[in-house]
């Protein structure tokens, strides 16, 4: 691990302009790329206090032993060779998404004396019309199934089409109808090319105007009694409909565009795009990331922007891209996409209309590959039983833990601290075993105290429940399993860990088993660093349990912490076993937190009347209504309460003495002035 202050270079030597600049390694590898309008203000980031870099730019400037840079003279150019680094250099510490060479497309290829229509997939080639990409190649083939009847344009192979030319019969295709069959000369090269660019137009999206040519001519056909005719034109017509239908339309002025938007989380990050042809979707790709560099959304937009645009040209670059969030010099990139283009580009975030609820669209797609791709990761069977024994490799467990629990303590500034209890079986999770807690011993932010506190109540009762089913092994060895506070029942007889959970004895299932907390993990791990995991150790071994594996996922640099050793266990970022921990570990602070926001929404919503016995809800708006405000009514005298219609003179007491009892309210401060905001005489604020 290098010091950056070893390469950092000497003040004033970095120019003050933009340009691009790399991060070489040891080995002279380059490991990352970027691009800056100020080189020197954005080199003297990286070389700052490291604790004060975020963990994937530190680990980055640690790994470098050198840095380089190249100055240019506008901020487009630095763009462009930003790019060619990155394509030539492939650097670890940059975000790259999946190649997505693997989509298919429509080609037509126009190069050839006869243009051939055919599914294309890898680098796009000089002189081929391009369409899609697609999802799928049926889907392609299903389009120019239907195309073929009115566009006959040939689609054999090289191979075929000589063969055929050589014995002077065509293939079946020639036959049917669905080729002109250009290989025996029923057509001439240039009748054929000029099916062939029919065909490019009408992908493209001009269709009007060739459906009402045919109509034309179905009508003219009709009217000088050729029947046959017309019915084949009649069927043309019906066939393009039904290829039209599979790209409805969805934005209704004709436009070209591509819509990008961005689904992430803390650790990967999907992309989807949505190419928008003539108003219709004319194709669609995707691609997942891991953020191995600090990225916000915008980084994320600009990098799927240079690997959409990146190698193309002209019409494939379209005359508007829509966005989530603008790069961070949204200038530079326009200019750069106009120079693709050659034309003006807009790059712009939709507002309304229907370009915002396409963009919709297109954000629940995304939303929906990053699930599916931590879905289908996490349900791999053979990926989960790696990720076990690699987990049990790096923690020296004698077995694969095929239980593991996770816990989680959220708060918000020490108020309404919860804990929360995960538990996955075979690397899934199993929702149904899933538990809160209450922190009930103390009040403020201590995570330490909180974290010893749930560990010892959760396995205070798996000690409970393992006596209760005959489980417990008497004798000198169990002496002193239990902590005397646990048998003299220091847990609160029927405290609410959650809805329905008790510290008191757990009530059984009909068949007999054990209903709550009965089973053990292999192993337990806690959202934390070394402090966490000492107190669940400690927690165990004043319960005298010694069987059970603990350890600690620290957020920041996915560390994994073990009791009583200085130094983390650091696990591949490629690992499934690190993967499978930080999955755990997300799983229990979504828990957590949903489970403390809850609280804190209740807590806000209360009225100190909701302690008054037997005041319900209707009588307590009818209180609220006559004095306009619970300051007004706690100002109020009893003979005044009592003459709001439905409260009594026994209830008018119960208020005034619940008001009189009530903490009085933390003033709203105005964040923006530092005023305090007054509620005035109708109940509203100021």
């Not at 042809?277 to 995707?286: A, D, E, K, S, T």
């Not at 879905?375 to 833990?401: H, Q």
Request: glycine share 8%.
């Amino acid at each position: 691990m290098a010091d950056p202050s070893s390469y950092r270079p000497k003040p004033g030597q970095i120019p003050d302009s933009p340009g691009v600049y790399k991060f070489r390694d040891e080995h002279r590898r380059v490991i990352y790329v970027g691009k800056a309008k100020s080189l020197r203000q954005r080199l003297a980031n990286y070389f700052q206090d490291l604790s004060g870099l975020h963990p994937r730019t530190r680990t980055m400037v640690t790994t470098a032993a050198s840095v380089e840079w190249t100055v240019v003279s506008t901020e487009v150019e630095a763009l462009q060779l930003e790019y060619s680094w990155i394509k030539e250099f492939d650097p670890r510490f940059n975000v790259k998404y999946r190649d997505d060479k693997s989509y298919p497309y429509l080609a037509v290829t126009l190069n050839e004396e006869f243009p051939r229509v055919q599914v294309m997939r890898g680098a796009k080639k000089k002189g081929v019309r391009y369409f899609g990409p697609y999802g799928h190649a049926w889907a392609i083939r299903e389009t120019v199934d239907l195309m073929l009847r009115v566009f006959p344009v040939r689609t054999c192979s090289a191979g075929v089409f000589k063969n055929a030319a050589r014995t002077g019969r065509p293939c079946l295709l020639g036959y049917i109808g669905k080729c002109s069959a250009p290989c025996v000369g029923r057509v001439t090269p240039e009748e054929h090319r000029e099916l062939a660019d029919d065909f490019c137009d009408f992908m493209a999206g001009r269709t009007g105007t060739y459906i009402r040519r045919l109509e034309k001519d179905m009508t003219a056909a009709a009217e000088e009694m050729e029947y046959e005719r017309a019915a084949r034109l009649r069927d043309d017509i019906e066939a393009l409909r039904r290829a039209m239908e599979k790209s409805a339309v969805v934005l209704a002025d004709a436009t070209d565009a591509d819509l990008i938007a961005v689904a992430e989380d803390e650790l990967e990050a999907a992309v989807q795009i949505f190419h928008v042809r003539g108003g219709r979707v004319r194709g669609q790709r995707g691609w997942v990331t891991d953020k191995v560099e600090n990225v916000d959304t915008s980084g994320l937009v600009e990098h799927a922007l240079r690997q959409l645009y990146g190698e193309e040209t002209g019409d494939s670059v379209p005359k508007e891209v829509l966005v989530p969030a603008l790069p961070e010099d949204p200038d530079a990139v326009s200019q750069w996409l106009a120079g693709r283009r050659g034309s003006q580009v807009s790059l712009r975030i939709p507002q309304r209309g229907d370009k915002k609820d396409l963009m919709v669209t297109v954000q629940r797609n995304a939303q929906q590959a990053l699930g599916l791709h931590k879905t289908k990761r996490a349900s791999d069977l053979t990926t989960r039983s790696r990720a076990l024994e690699e987990i049990a490799e790096a923690l020296g467990l004698d077995t694969a833990p095929l239980r593991i629990e996770c816990f989680d303590i959220s708060h918000l500034q020490g108020d309404d601290v919860v804990a929360s209890m995960v538990v996955f079986e075979d690397g899934l999770a199993r929702k149904g075993e899933y538990r809160r807690f209450q922190i009930k011993s103390f009040e403020g932010q201590d995570d330490v105290r909180s974290m010893h506190e749930v560990i010892s109540r959760r396995f205070r009762r798996y000690l409970q429940e393992k006596e209760r089913t005959g489980e417990w092994e008497e004798g000198p060895a169990a002496t002193g399993a239990v902590p005397a506070d646990a048998a003299a029942g220091a847990p609160r007889p029927g405290a609410t860990d959650s809805a329905g959970s008790t510290d008191s004895a757990e009530p059984r299932e009909d068949d007999g088993r054990p209903k709550r907390f009965a089973y053990p993990p292999q192993l337990l791990v806690v959202d934390g660093g070394q402090p966490q995991v000492a107190a669940a150790k400690r927690a165990l071994d004043e319960l005298g349990i010694d069987d059970i594996a603990v350890c600690g996922l620290a957020k920041r640099l996915e560390e994994v912490w073990l009791p009583d050793d200085d130094d983390p266990v650091v696990l591949p970022r490629s690992s499934e076993g690190l993967y499978l921990l930080q999955r755990v570990r997300d799983e229990a602070h979504r828990f957590a937190i949903t489970y403390q926001r809850a609280k804190r929404a209740k807590r806000i919503r209360s009225s100190p009347l909701d302690a008054v016995a037997g005041l319900g809800e209707t009588r307590k708006q009818a209180l609220i209504k006559h004095f306009g405000s619970v300051k007004k009514l706690k100002q109020a005298t009893i003979d005044e309460i009592c003459e709001v219609p439905g409260i009594g003179r026994r209830t008018a007491e119960s208020v005034a003495v619940a008001l009189a009892a009530a903490a009085p309210a933390t003033p709203a401060v105005n964040t923006a002035t530092g005023e305090i905001i007054e509620e005035d005489d109708g109940g509203s604020t100021t």
